[in-house]
């Protein structure tokens, strides 16, 4: 008995205990209200506009040269292996590389696939790898990630900074054009792998506050647009392909979707093994776990948009929250009905103009003031 | 690797004699006669490598190959004894303390020149002479909060003042960089030393700050102002902003409305309290100054004289570094403090005066002229070393516009020890203390050592292939 009233009294102490602590609390906000100083920024340290842009950028940037360098890689070792099969298909597939990419129309590009000897994949690396001409090459994507961050420094870390100024100087070194001939899979790992580096030490070295907010925000939302681009590129491909390839080939290619989006692993343990064209779609789109798919980069999109619209003008609806927050309602009610024939174009179209509006939106509240 | 070590018939930092070091640097003597030339090596490629990694660098004009370059960083320690940094620091506290009285009076009631300490015509045809603030009252009437002042050695190791920088002097960014870098690549060597620590220079500048908040609110929104990533300078500015944790500023961040300044936030604007500014006065309002700007705010100066902003340095602060005002500054000592100056001057001719002119012209060939309006060592004639040519030409100039030059007999630099390829050898260095002048005086122990890396150069400035030491003030040993 003894021991239940003792702690009974215990009890008592405590809950008295928090109660002081409380009031001593309020007491203490109470002071601090009544000696008439006004906090500056309600909402937290503000952040520069030009700060704020530079963050979305250079994120936007790091994460465009990760899939810039999964692209040209998944492509150069599914040649490998397609090698034997379909000598002829060589140029096409690079054809779609550089569509993905939005550089088909370069003359630029058109020159490097017209060439005829055997090497357009060298080439074409090397065009992805070092030419300034080329806006998507890795080389212009990592200066314009790194010129940003250099404008930036005093608001990321400098962990991250050095991540990323290391990753860009190895690819300025003296011999990193031997690299690429030696290994190509070797350049495009240790950018893919530097990009996901990067985030990582975004992620536990920023305080994730508003800052970390944009570079959530841009990151998802590029990856979003690619992930749309690898899609409508590779199915406009295989759809006008498919009936002379063999079923060997059409794995090859499939797999190489998947590939391209970093989703293989998530897609076979998934549907365990099965390769069928519409279920490919619509794990890319709707897979509710996977971080590479569209629905879930759009989740997250719109809660970094959130955040920051919380700590900007928490009273208001943000219009780029309200787009995404449409479009990610959108996706999870989706049938994958919706993704056969025709209609996975024009989803994808509303995909990639719904974040294009997003991003512009954001342009107009946050960076231009 | 001291084989072959020469003392070049000037002050050695090191060495009193030839093999033999001064006592406070005898441990360093010994442990780097013991590291084998290719581990010296070795440290100096992971100091680069980690240099160019953090990203520590500047900028170059006027180069092609590329605008961002290392600052080259020697490993061998500069190292100042206790009993001689305080001489400096007593005396660098007394120097700056008399240029900001002087400052506080050329822009209020003049009378050191009323009473012709200084010819009143040297004041007002400095070219960083601001009318604009005549009358104008700076928070605690304090003008130059941040100093970098230029130390030298002569032959008897004696320091000498060579110039003050009180307008925007950069560099203390590698005073803590540099010690980060030795810590990481060379730890032994401060086994036996106890080294005084420079970190806190960020902390000592925040507070300095703080000081010009005109309204005592807990936490008065602080700036610093940089022209941008493209200014030789930028990696310091964001390496200050960085370390006070306060925001980096472009010119077009902010905003001058109703005689106030605002930066532009997402949130919308927000007002600014203090301005530790990075560009000179000339840009930082074209309202007022240069109309072509684009780095300044337009209205600033506006703000700034109905006091709604603090700055630092203030404006107008160009006319107590001017170097044909720097002969003075002994004088100004005086005026000011009735005391007599514990560092000296290196002896100057000022041109505009006809004896000093007279002179000068007569020995172009012994003497170094300076422009009085450049620095970072651009627009100087070594006149022992040019060419007939050349000092016919640095005549012309003289006799065209003496109000421009100043010249100072060739004083020979002190070297100190510094690796070339596989070995030492002795290269000339200067001495840049920074001074933070608050309500109390803070002094970084030690400060940038520039290292002149061309054999027999006397130039240290980095725009002009210069290098960097770390350098150590010792704690007094009870």
């Given at each position: 008995m003894s021991t239940q009233s003792d702690n009974t009294e215990a009890k008592k102490s405590i809950k008295q205990d928090w109660a002081m602590q409380t009031q001593s609390v309020q007491n203490q906000f109470q002071s601090i209200s009544f000696q008439g100083r006004i906090p500056r920024s309600p909402t937290g340290k503000p952040m520069l506009a030009r700060v704020a842009e530079s963050m979305y950028w250079m994120s936007r940037y790091m994460e465009r040269a990760e899939h810039v360098a999964r692209i040209v890689l998944v492509n150069f070792n599914m040649l490998m292996d397609l090698g034997e099969l379909a000598p002829a298909m060589q140029e096409k597939q690079w054809q779609g590389v550089l569509r993905i990419l939005r550089l088909d129309n370069l003359p630029e590009g058109q020159a490097l696939l017209c060439?005829?000897?055997?090497?357009v994949g060298q080439r074409v690396a090397d065009f992805m790898t070092?030419?300034?001409?080329?806006?998507?090459s890795l080389i212009n994507c990592l200066t314009k990630a790194r010129e940003n961050a250099r404008s930036i420094r005093e608001s990321i870390s400098a962990e991250m900074w050095e991540t990323l100024n290391t990753l860009y100087w190895s690819l300025l070194s003296d011999d990193a054009k031997q690299r690429l001939e030696e290994s190509p899979q070797q350049i495009f790992q240790s950018v893919m792998m530097g990009s996901l580096l990067f985030q990582g030490v975004s992620d536990q070295t920023l305080p994730h506050g508003q800052g970390w907010q944009f570079l959530q925000l841009a990151k998802y939302l590029e990856r979003v647009d690619m992930t749309c681009r690898i899609i409508d590129t590779k199915f406009d491909f295989l759809r006008a392909e498919e009936s002379t390839m063999e079923t060997p080939l059409r794995n090859i290619q499939w797999m190489a979707v998947l590939r391209s989006c970093s989703s293989i692993e998530a897609y076979r343990r998934r549907?365990?093994?099965?390769?069928d064209p519409q279920r490919v779609a619509a794990f890319l789109i709707?897979?509710?776990?996977?971080?590479?798919t569209i629905r879930y980069c759009v989740k997250e999109a719109q809660s970094a948009v959130a955040g920051i619209a919380a700590s900007v003008h928490p009273q208001e609806i943000d219009p780029a929250e309200r787009i995404l927050g449409r479009l990610n309602s959108q996706l999870e009610f989706a049938?994958?009905?919706?993704?056969?024939g025709m209609g996975l174009k024009y989803v994808l179209r509303q995909i990639q103009e719904n974040t294009a509006e997003a991003a512009s939106a954001i342009q107009r509240s946050y960076f231009l003031h | 690797m001291f084989k072959n070590y020469v003392a070049n018939g000037v002050f050695d930092?090191?060495?009193?004699?030839?093999?033999k070091p001064r006592p406070h640097y005898e441990p360093v003597f010994r442990q780097l006669t013991n590291l084998s030339s290719s581990a010296f090596q070795r440290r100096r490629r992971m100091a680069d490598i980690t240099f160019r990694n953090q990203g520590i660098t500047f900028t170059v004009y006027?180069?092609?190959?590329?605008v961002e370059r290392i600052f080259p960083f020697d490993l061998v320690p500069r190292i100042v004894p206790s009993a001689e940094w305080k001489l400096i620091e007593r005396g660098l506290e007394q120097r700056i303390t008399a240029l900001n009285l002087f400052c506080k009076d050329v822009y209020h009631q003049q009378h050191i020149l009323r009473e012709k300490v200084i010819p009143p015509e040297m004041i007002y045809s400095a070219?960083?002479?601001?009318?604009?603030?005549?009358?104008v009252n700076v928070p605690n009437d304090i003008y130059i909060h941040v100093c970098g002042t230029d130390l030298i050695r002569d032959k008897d190791g004696n320091y000498l003042v060579?110039?003050?920088?009180?307008?925007?002097?950069?560099?203390v960014s590698y005073v803590l960089e540099n010690r980060a870098v030795m810590k990481r690549v060379?730890?032994?060597?401060?086994?036996?030393y106890t080294v005084r620590a420079v970190e806190d220079y960020p902390f000592n500048l925040l507070q300095c700050l703080k000081e010009?908040?005109?309204?005592?609110?807990?936490d008065p929104t602080i700036v610093v102002l940089t022209?941008?990533?493209?200014?030789?300078?930028y990696f310091e500015h964001s390496f200050l902003a960085r370390q006070m944790g306060v925001e980096l500023v472009e010119g077009k961040d902010l905003i001058v409305d109703n005689s106030r300044v605002y930066m532009r936030t997402t949130a919308g604007l927000r007002l600014v309290d203090v301005i530790y500014r990075r560009i000179d006065d000339d840009f930082l309002d074209p309202l007022c100054?240069?109309?072509?700007?684009?780095l300044g705010i337009p209205g600033l100066m506006n703000a700034y004289r109905c006091g709604n902003i603090a700055l630092?340095?203030?404006?107008?602060?160009g006319v107590a570094d001017d170097k044909a005002v720097y002969p003075y500054v002994p004088a100004m000592i005086k005026f000011y403090l009735q005391q007599e100056p514990i560092l000296n001057n290196v002896p100057t001719y000022v041109c505009a005066v006809d004896e000093d002119r007279n002179y000068v012209l007569e020995h172009l060939d012994e003497l170094v002229v300076k422009s009085t309006?450049?620095?970072?060592?651009?627009?100087?004639?070594m006149g022992h070393q040019a060419s007939a040519d050349e000092r016919a030409e640095f005549a012309r100039k003289i006799i065209h516009d003496p109000r421009n030059f100043i010249a100072q007999p060739v004083i020979q630099l002190s070297q100190h020890p510094s690796l070339v390829e596989d070995h030492f050898e002795g290269r000339r260095v200067d001495l840049r203390p920074y001074i933070l002048y608050g309500k109390n005086v803070a002094i970084t122990p030690g400060g940038l050592t520039r290292?002149?890396?061309?054999?027999?150069?006397l130039i240290v400035n980095s725009s002009q292939g210069g290098g960097s030491k770390d350098t150590w003030v010792l704690e007094d040993a009870h």
């Open positions: 060439a005829s000897d055997r090497n070092f030419n300034t001409i080329n806006r998507n549907h365990v093994g099965d390769l709707l897979d509710k776990e996977s971080p590479r049938e994958t009905r919706e993704f056969s | 930092e090191m060495f009193m004699e030839e093999g006027k180069d092609a190959s590329g070219r960083m002479f601001r009318r604009e603030m005549i009358h060579l110039e003050d920088n009180g307008r925007t002097p950069s560099g060379l730890p032994n060597l401060f086994d036996t010009l908040a005109r309204h005592p609110v807990d022209p941008g990533i493209y200014n030789s300078a100054f240069r109309p072509d700007s684009i630092a340095n203030a404006v107008g602060t309006n450049e620095s970072g060592g651009y627009g100087m004639l290292v002149a890396l061309q054999e027999g150069s």
